[in-house]
């Protein structure tokens, strides 16, 4: 299984909702990352997780916040977003943090496409 | 502060013909990504290079390493349209984050 499994696909959220992102791999990578891509930009790092312990949050606000249940799964809870988080959420993995991913490169899934109403 | 650069930011281009997009970035580094991307899609990885003067090549896409000139290309050998995307390079910095161009959007006309 070379695949990173992201879900929903698409999600539609009023301003007041709870709500999860939820990304699963199964290649045995223990570096897991969030992503938010804005349209005709590129991605922009929000958090790193390596070996289910979160190494890097890039000042996102506390609204986003992540999980790693285990080496497999990343969730992103969702609570009290703005209109301006409707974004396409993408979850990565990669064989670490360090010196694997740099040297096998990333996996991307294929995105929660999120709009906040 | 590592930057990247790609250049042009938008192509538009006949099917058969031959370019190149170019990737500069600012600081030393070794690794370098090439992703595409379709409207709405994520991100698909189309080469990882590793080592100044790496070639790879896949189809009608090729890829280059210069560590010196801090400099990749990515050449488009007689284009179509399926090749159609936006193109995204990335490098790595030095805490192992990937720090991306601003990406090129390539539209091949039949």
């Known amino acids: 299984d070379t695949e990173v499994t992201q879900t929903p696909k698409h999600l539609v959220m009023g301003m007041t909702n709870k709500k999860s992102l939820k990304c699963e791999q199964h290649?045995?990578?223990?570096?897991m990352y969030w992503y938010k891509q804005k349209a005709k930009k590129p991605p922009e790092l929000m958090f790193v997780y390596s070996y289910e312990k979160l190494s890097i949050n890039e000042s996102v606000p506390s609204r986003f916040s992540p999980e790693c249940p285990n080496s497999s799964l990343l969730n992103l809870h969702l609570h009290a977003l703005q209109p301006e988080d409707s974004a396409l959420y993408l979850c990565?993995?990669?064989?670490?943090?360090?010196?694997?991913?740099?040297?096998?490169?990333?996996?991307f899934g294929s995105g929660t496409r999120l709009t906040v109403v | 502060e590592l930057k990247v650069e790609q250049n042009p930011l938008f192509l538009s281009m006949q099917e058969g013909k031959n370019y190149t997009i170019y990737c500069n970035y600012s600081t030393t580094s070794d690794r370098l990504y090439w992703y595409r991307q379709d409207p709405g899609k994520s991100l698909e990885s189309l080469f990882v290079?590793?080592?100044n003067g790496a070639v790879k090549q896949e189809g009608r896409l090729m890829a280059s390493l210069d560590t010196k000139a801090r400099l990749s290309t990515l050449h488009i050998t007689a284009a179509v349209h399926d090749l159609s995307a936006t193109y995204f390079c990335?490098?790595?910095?030095?805490?192992?984050?990937?720090?991306w161009g601003a990406g090129t959007k390539l539209i091949i006309k039949p």
């Open positions: 990335a490098v790595d910095d030095s805490n192992y984050q990937l720090i």
């Open positions: 290079l590793l080592s």
């Open positions: 290649m045995g990578h223990r570096a």
């Open positions: 990565a993995s990669s064989q670490d943090s360090g010196t694997g991913g740099r040297y096998y490169g990333y996996t």
